[in-house]
């Protein structure tokens, strides 16, 4: 592929003692996606993507310890603009080569200016030993962002890693400790990335230093994370990318959740009688209808400024998620109660 996604750096550590051996300081990109994955996000069979990669060097930039491919998210965004392409007519030889700009503007002519299939993903670095570990098993948190990971230690970290990074959305450093010295090498990098918001993770953190991080702008987080807050500053990082790049449209924000009941399915659910001892099903309802409502309510919106509009683009998101789960509960709620759902054939989903 022609889009190396890791950046590696040898680099003298300094001890105490003084320095001990050359490390190598390396960015690895996350997530990482198999040929499956890449198929049913781009469209193509697999057996095309081994034959693209064969000949036009389009493949994985990574394999793993047993040789499977592995697409970053670069390499995904450019399949996916040569997959757009080669469905609008365009020759597989002839774009092949073409860098991933240029085939933005081709994609663009092709739709009449509208969104890029691989529209950027907002990007994120993982700073530190102990959070890119844990992201390591836990890549679906990742599935949002185009992330980076820097599996060294805050003060052991070389700035010449990220010579080449711009456009940073969110900073994420996890350290044993804060101190002094954290503190500055944090600001030193900050300094370099500028990235539009940092959060910081740590295990135990003082009062006195959450007081002033937060003095600075910076966010705070236990570690390890819990994946709902995380999810939420990476959500947030995404509205602010998003809008950053001038779009006002909310509900062009974030992929919105498929309705899986209409109103008239669920005015017929609140009215069913399961024989489920509770009013689960009413209640959820009702929820469902109200968040529904909101949900629709929530896109027309007016806003006098960017940073309104990535808040109202975070309110969106987050009601068509909750509505979504509500509605996943209520088929549970109605699940095991065939005959009466066989009176009540409108409660299938849409």
Known sequence: MRHPDSHLLRTMVKQPSGYRKMAEQTLHSRPLYGIGTVARL???????????????????????????????????????????????????????????????????ACTDGSRSPAADKPQVIFVGESICSWLDEHQGCLSGVSAQ????????????????LDDVDLLVVGCDRMGSGQFRHLNELRQMLQPASTLVMQAGMSDNWVEELASEGIATMEFPPDRAELAFHLTRSSAERATKDGINSLAELVAARP??????????????????????????????????????????????????????????????????????????????????????????SA
């Open 42 to 108: 781009t469209g193509l069979k697999p057996d095309t993507l081994r034959v693209w990669e064969r000949r036009y060097d389009l493949g994985a930039s990574q394999k793993s310890d047993t040789g499977r491919r592995q697409y970053t998210q670069a390499d995904l965004e450019h399949l996916q603009l040569v997959a757009a392409l080669v469905r609008s007519g365009a020759r597989i030889g002839e774009i092949a080569a073409s860098e991933r700009k240029t085939l933005e503007r081709l994609v663009e």
């Open 149 to 164: 990971l820097a599996a060294s230690r805050l003060e052991d970290l070389d700035l010449d890693l990220f010579r080449d």
């Open 259 to 348: 309705r899986l009941h209409s109103a008239a399915q669920l005015e017929k659910a609140a009215r069913l009688k399961t024989g489920v001892a509770c009013e689960c099903p009413q209640h959820l309802s009702s929820l469902i209808s109200q968040l529904a409502e909101f949900e629709a309510d929530s896109t027309e919106c007016s806003v006098d400024n960017w940073n309104d509009a990535a808040v109202h683009s975070c309110i969106y998101a987050y009601t068509s998620q909750a509505r979504w789960l509500m509605e996943k509960a209520l088929d549970l709620v109605l699940q095991g109660h065939e005959e009466e759902l066989a009176k009540a054939p409108m409660l299938k």
